[in-house]
T-cell receptor, first 115, second 111 residues
Framework: DAGVIQSPRHEVTEMGQEVTLRCKPISGHDYLFWYRQTMMRGLELLIYFNNNVPIDDSGMPEDRFSAKMPNASFSTLKIQPSEPRDSAVYFC?????????????FGEGSRLTVL | QKEVEQNSGPLSVPEGAIASLNCTYSDRGSQSFFWYRQYSGKSPELIMFIYSNGDKEDGRFTAQLNKASQYVSLLIRDSQPSDSATYLCARGDSGANNLFFGTGTRLTVIP
């Protein structure tokens, strides 16, 4: 399996621009997670889906952030408008409930820099 | 998400020594605990999980859980330079697949 695939790997944009991050989970996994990692706050859970349905989005910082999962093989995280404080590494991860939970397979991350 | 606390380090140990990493959590409803390793510039990867009080051993790694005291630890025996990484402690709730991570402890093993 190719693992969790994220794009873009790096994104540099200017404040106010729209940013879209993409994720393809591992085939057969029924959970998908979006995390954000910064030095100060560590790895924060933003939102997660089960069978394409958003389960908990309480970690989404504000209305500028939105996430969708239109099908089992694709998810997006959108930031509009972006701000410098959004600069972080955004990880997508997937898992299979049949494994008992806890083993998240992470993508390589999308490093976002907002100038 | 300050529900899981870790000493950020850095923790330095000589090669061959035992590295001890600690983690505390505040939610007594936590049922499962995980240790992930993250090399610089890479994504986290699972190295161990523990659900029950006591010790769990896997090769050079031992996870310890004490639910009464709300702490989890990871011991790495015979530390190798390749163990140099950030170690993330995470907790999960019963029946849930989402995890809450600590900020990680950076470990350096000195040859």
């Amino acid at each position: 399996d190719a693992g969790v695939i994220q794009s873009p790997r790096h994104e540099v944009t200017e404040m106010g621009q729209e940013v879209t991050l993409r994720c393809k989970p591992i085939s057969g996994h029924d959970y998908l997670f979006w995390y954000r990692q910064t030095m100060m706050r560590g790895l924060e859970l933003l939102i997660y889906f089960n069978n394409n349905v958003p389960i908990d989005d309480s970690g989404m910082p504000e209305d500028r952030f939105s996430a969708k999962m239109p099908n089992a093989s694709f998810s997006t995280l959108k930031i509009q408008p972006s701000e410098p404080r959004d600069s972080a590494v955004y990880f997508c991860a997937s898992s299979f409930a049949g494994h008992g939970g806890g083993e998240l397979f992470f993508g390589e991350g999308s490093r976002l820099t907002v100038l | 998400q300050k529900e899981v606390e870790q000493n950020s380090g850095p923790l330095s140990v000589p090669e061959g020594a035992i590295a001890s990493l600690n983690c505390t959590y505040s939610d007594r409803g936590s049922q499962s605990f995980f240790w992930y390793r993250q090399y610089s510039g890479k994504s986290p990867e699972l190295i161990m999980f523990i659900y029950s009080n006591g010790d769990k051993e896997d090769g050079r790694f031992t996870a310890q859980l004490n639910k009464a005291s709300q702490y989890v630890s990871l011991l790495i025996r015979d530390s190798q330079p390749s163990d140099s990484a950030t170690y993330l402690c995470a907790r999960g709730d019963s029946g849930a697949n989402n995890l809450f991570f600590g900020t990680g402890t950076r470990l350096t093993v000195i040859p």
